[in-house]
C-alpha cells in the first residue's frame, strides 16, 4: 500500500450528506412599537376624574330639568281640566241654593263635563292646615267652592260664563286658573334655561381642561413629536393618536359619571315608591314631584355622555392640529418662538 494510498484513506469524504451547511441568519424581530402617550399616567388619571364629574353635573342637571318639565306639564293638565266657581256668603244669601245655580248655569256651556260641588266636610279638609280642626263653617265667611271640569281639547267661553254667573248670582267668582298656569309655564321656561346654562357652563369648563390636558401632554412628550414630524410623519398620524387616548379617557370618564347619575336618579325614585303617604316623601313630592326622568331622561343622559366624550375627543385633535401647525412656523421662523409661546 502506498502513501497516498494511506493519505487518500485517512482524508474524509465529502458527500452530499456530510456537505458542511452555512449558517443561518437570525431572524430580525421587529420590537412592538409603544403607544405616543403611555396609556396611563397621573395626568391621564386626573383628567379622568374631572371628566367623569362634569359628565355627572351635565347628566345630574339634564336630568333635574326633565324631572321638573314632567313636574310642570303634570300641574298643568291638572289644572286645565278644572275651573272653579267661588261663591262668597253674603246676608239674605241662600248658599245652597246659590251653589246649585251657579253648577248649573256653568254646565249649560258647550265644552263641560261635570260639576262637583264641595260639601262642608271637603271644605273644612281644605282649611284644616291653616285653620285646625273643628270648624264651624256657619261662624266663618268661608267661600263655598264648585268644581267644573272641563274639557281640554274645546274648553268653554270663560268670558261668556263669567258673564253670565255675575248676572245670575252677583256673589259668584270664576277663577279659569290662567294665571297659575301662565306661571307654571313661565317657570318651566325659567328651569329649562338655567338648565341649559348650567350645561353650557360645564361643557365650556371641560372644554378648556382638555386643552390644558392636551398642551400639557404635548409638552411632556414634545421630543417624540419633533422627531416623528421630523422624519415625516404627518400631522394628521400625531393627531390621531392623541385621538384615540383621549378618547379612551373620555369614554371611561363620561360613563362613570353618567351611571352615577341615572343610579342617584334611580334610587330617588326607588326610596320614593317605598315611603309613600310619609312626611318626608310628600314634601318631596310637593316641591320637585316624583323622582322617575322616565326612559327619555336616561336616554337624554346617555346622549350626553356620547356628547362629551365626542366633544373630548374632538378638543383635543384640534389643539394637536394646532400645536403641529405652530411647530412647523417655529420651524420655518425662530423668531416667533416666543410670541407662538405666549399663545
Known amino acids: 500500500m502506498t502513501e ?190 338655567i338648565g341649559s346654562g348650567v350645561l353650557v357652563l360645564v361643557f365650556t369648563a371641560m372644554v378648556l381642561t382638555v386643552v390644558f390636558a392636551t398642551r400639557g401632554a404635548l409638552s411632556g412628550n414634545r421630543h417624540i413629536i419633533e422627531v416623528l414630524h421630523f422624519v415625516g410623519a404627518e400631522g394628521s398620524f400625531v393627531a390621531q393618536e392623541f385621538q384615540k387616548h383621549f378618547l379612551k379617557i373620555s369614554l371611561k370618564g363620561a360613563a362613570a359619571g353618567g351611571l352615577l347619575a341615572a343610579g342617584l336618579f334611580a334610587l330617588a325614585g326607588y326610596w320614593q315608591s317605598r315611603s309613600l303617604a310619609t312626611p318626608e316623601s310628600d314634601q318631596a313630592a310637593a316641591l320637585f314631584g316624583t323622582f322617575s326622568i322616565g326612559y327619555l331622561g336616561y336616554l337624554g343622559i346617555f346622549a350626553t355622555m356620547i356628547v362629551i366624550a365626542l366633544l373630548t375627543t374632538l378638543t383635543a385633535r384640534l389643539t394637536v392640529i394646532r400645536t403641529i401647525y405652530e411647530i412647523d412656523l417655529i420651524r420655518s421662523d425662530p423668531a416667533r418662538t416666543d410670541g407662538l409661546l405666549g399663545d
Not at 139 to 165: G, H, K, S, Y
Request: glycine share 4%; aromatic share 4%.
Open 4 to 193: 497516498l494510498d494511506q493519505n487518500d484513506r485517512r482524508a474524509p469524504r465529502t458527500t452530499a450528506a456530510t456537505k458542511p451547511q452555512a449558517p443561518r441568519r437570525t431572524e430580525m424581530t421587529v420590537r412592538p412599537t409603544g403607544p405616543i402617550l403611555p396609556p396611563s399616567n397621573i395626568q391621564g388619571n386626573a383628567l379622568l376624574v374631572v371628566i367623569a364629574i362634569m359628565a355627572f353635573l351635565a347628566c345630574l342637571t339634564l336630568g333635574a330639568v326633565s324631572m321638573v318639565r314632567a313636574t310642570a306639564a303634570g300641574w298643568q293638565s291638572q289644572i286645565a281640566r278644572e275651573i272653579t266657581i267661588q261663591i262668597k256668603p253674603d246676608d239674605g244669601l241662600d248658599m245652597d241654593k246659590a251653589l246649585i245655580k251657579a253648577r248649573d248655569l256653568a254646565l249649560t256651556f258647550v265644552g263641560t263635563k261635570e260639576g262637583q260641588i264641595m260639601d262642608d266636610e271637603a271644605t273644612a279638609r281644605l282649611l284644616e292646615p291653616w285653620l285646625g280642626t273643628g270648624l264651624d263653617l256657619n261662624e266663618l265667611p268661608v267661600p263655598r267652592l264648585v268644581i267644573i271640569t272641563i274639557d281640554e281639547a274645546n274648553p268653554p267661553d270663560f268670558a261668556a260664563m263669567r258673564d253670565l254667573l255675575r248676572t245670575e248670582v252677583p256673589q259668584a267668582f270664576l277663577d279659569d286658573h290662567r294665571t297659575w298656569v301662565d306661571r307654571l309655564v313661565q317657570m318651566a321656561r325659567t328651569t329649562v334655561l
